[in-house]
């Protein structure tokens, strides 16, 4: 069966998570509309301390100035120095929101990454 001549909408971000949205034919009629990349994220929306967490990294990061780099774990320790560890994910997760509104990206061995498919170990940096 030959695919339709229609073309397929850019991706879009997760306003919870950060990572990529790719577009599904079940998402043809509401694809406007769609704004999470899953349930989970559907009822996780973005807070306050995720906003502490944004304005951390941001933060942190003019600090720093230049090209310098900092741990997600920086900000969440600066959001809450005794439970840091519960916060990592939710650090990754800004940060991940701020790379998609074009504010800093994700570093992994001194070269951009893509956010969303990121493993292991990221640092994070100003947009040059």
Same mark, same amino acid.
């Given at each position: 069966m030959p695919r339709s001549s229609a073309t397929i909408?850019?991706? +879009?971000?997760c306003v919870a998570c950060?990572?990529?949205?790719?577009?599904?034919? +079940?998402?043809e009629r509401d694809w406007d509309a769609v704004k999470y990349c899953s349930k989970s994220c559907r009822r996780a929306k973005p807070n306050e301390?995720?906003?502490?967490?944004?304005?951390?990294? *941001?933060?942190?990061l003019r600090v720093r100035g230049g090209g310098a780099t900092i741990c997600p774990s920086e900000a969440a320790r600066s959001v809450d120095p005794q439970n840091w560890r519960d *916060?990592?994910?939710? =650090?990754? =997760?800004?940060?991940?929101?701020l790379v998609a509104s074009e504010k800093i990206?994700?570093?992994q061995n001194g070269r951009a990454v893509?956010?969303?498919?990121?493993?292991?170990?990221i640092?994070?940096?100003?947009r040059p």
């Open positions: 909408p850019e991706p +879009k971000t950060g990572r990529t949205i790719t577009w599904r034919k +079940k998402w301390t995720d906003e502490r967490l944004e304005s951390a990294i *941001l933060e942190l *916060l990592m994910e939710p =650090a990754r =997760a800004a940060a991940r929101r990206e994700i570093t893509d956010p969303s498919t990121a493993r292991g170990p640092r994070l940096r100003r």
